[in-house]
Structure formats: C-alpha cells, structure tokens
C-alpha cells in the first residue's frame, strides 16, 4: 500500500523513484527491525549466508555498464562479457558467429543480440569465486546494475525494474542506508540503459554498407561514444589477444623483452 507521505518522498527522489513493497524485501530501521508488516522477517546482510543464487541467471549488461565493468577490472571485452541471442527491445542487430553463440545453430539465430555475463558451463556466473565452502562475487566492484540492484522491484517516472522471481533463502532486509544505495545505483542505472537505447538505436539505423554488422564493428561504434559521453578512457577495452599475448606486446615495447 503507498502513503501519501510515500508519494511526496518519491517525488523528491531522481526520476520519481519508489521501491515496491513486498515479502521478500521488507524494508527496516537503523537497528533492523522491520518497519511494516509481512510475513518474514527481514535478514539484514543477506547476501552474507546467501548460496549465490541469484548468480545462475543470465545478467544483461548495459553498454554503459559493459564499459564501467572492463575499466574497473582492467579487462578488455571478451574477457569478462558475451553476446547472448536475443529478441528483447534492448537487443541490437549483431551477424551470426559461431564463437560468440556456439550453442546456437545459424538458421535458428534471431539475428540480434545483448551484452551479458559469461557463465560457466554450470550455468553459474563465471566471475564467482569459492571461499571456504561459500561462492562470492569476485568482480563485486565491477558488478553491473542489474546485480547491484537484485531483488528489489521498483517503478519511476520512465523505467520499471526487478527480478521476476526473487530466489533469495531469506527475506532481503532493506536498512536505509542500503535503500539510499539502492536510488542511487536506480538512478544511475536508469542513465546507462537511456544512453544504451540511443546507441543501439544509432546503430540500428546505420547504413549496413558502411558499417558490417560483425559484433566487433558494433562495439566499434558504441564503446568510443559511449567512453566520451561518461569520460572514461576506452583504452584498453577492444583490445584483443591471450593476456599472455598482451604482456609479451608490452615488454617488446617497453624494451623488457
């Protein structure tokens, strides 16, 4: 149920946005106690006693996130991320290669694709790391929003999110210092994906004889723009061969070899 004391607060907030109440994510006070009624109690550090459950999903990565994720870690593309086939309103016009979608037959692709995660062959995420009997993220810095902000559903003024299934063991106990994170990375993430639609949208409507539609040709014309238009250097980031290629480059350069 929303309260007018609701609307008015998310009015205030960047995009109008509201987090949606529900069981699995009930929001607490500053010492953890549930401010509202539900059947669960919230657990506050969740994730903490969590078998990363939420890792096993596919998780469609955002141009502007792509970029972020190989700066943070110091990766060029490939190294971290993939094109998974796809029919979504969010997916570009990429041609078929079968190292990109090896489990997909040609006559059956789609013809477009999204940037996501790499999986392992399990299905899980593959920048999961174990520690002692636990799986943690191992790129945790670098995560894109669609992590940051599972499993919270929320609504604003242009853009509507969240998980249509929460799997978490435990209820989600939202502190408001974590609801505060949470509008911030919203906000953020509602920017990426706006500059993600226009790219993709230029590039859709680009002309196929000057631009193949090959995925290094779509990164090609997305990544330059989108480094200039968030100030990061893209330098780095379509680079290509094995790290151990890349380091031997680098010491004949820099005279080491």
């Excluded at 086939?85 to 013809?111: H, I, M, Q, W």
């Excluded at 509602?190 to 409507?205: G, P, T, Y």
Aim: charge should be negative.
């Amino acid at each position: 149920m929303t309260t007018d004391d609701d609307k008015n607060v998310s009015e205030k907030r960047p995009y109008g946005l509201k987090i949606i109440r529900n069981a699995m994510v009930p929001l607490l006070d500053g010492q953890g106690n549930s401010r509202g009624f539900g059947p669960y109690n919230g657990v506050v550090g969740a994730c903490n006693i969590c078998p990363a459950r939420c890792c096993r999903y596919t998780v469609k990565v955002s141009i502007p996130d792509a970029l972020r994720f190989c700066k943070v870690l110091g990766v060029p593309f490939f190294a971290g991320l993939n094109l998974v086939a796809s029919d979504s309103g969010r997916a570009f016009t990429v041609s078929y290669d079968s190292r990109l979608f090896p489990k997909v037959n040609e006559s059956d692709f789609c013809g477009k694709a999204e940037i996501a995660l790499s999986r392992r062959e399990d299905g899980g995420c593959s920048h999961l790391v174990e520690v002692g009997g636990y799986e943690r993220c191992g790129v945790y810095s670098a995560r894109p929003s669609t992590c940051r902000l599972y499993p919270v559903v929320w609504e604003s003024e242009v853009a509507q999110g969240g998980p249509p299934v929460i799997s978490c063991p435990v209820a989600y106990g939202m502190t408001p210092e974590m609801e505060e994170d949470f509008y911030r990375d919203a906000s953020e993430s509602i920017e990426n994906w706006q500059l993600h639609d226009e790219l993709v949208e230029r590039w859709e409507m680009s002309s196929e004889d000057k631009f193949p539609r090959d995925a290094m040709t779509f990164l090609n014309f997305v990544l330059p723009e989108a480094a200039e238009r968030l100030g990061i250097d893209l330098a780095g980031v379509l680079d290509s061969g094995t790290p151990f290629e890349r380091l031997a480059q680098a010491m004949m350069f820099s005279k080491t070899l």
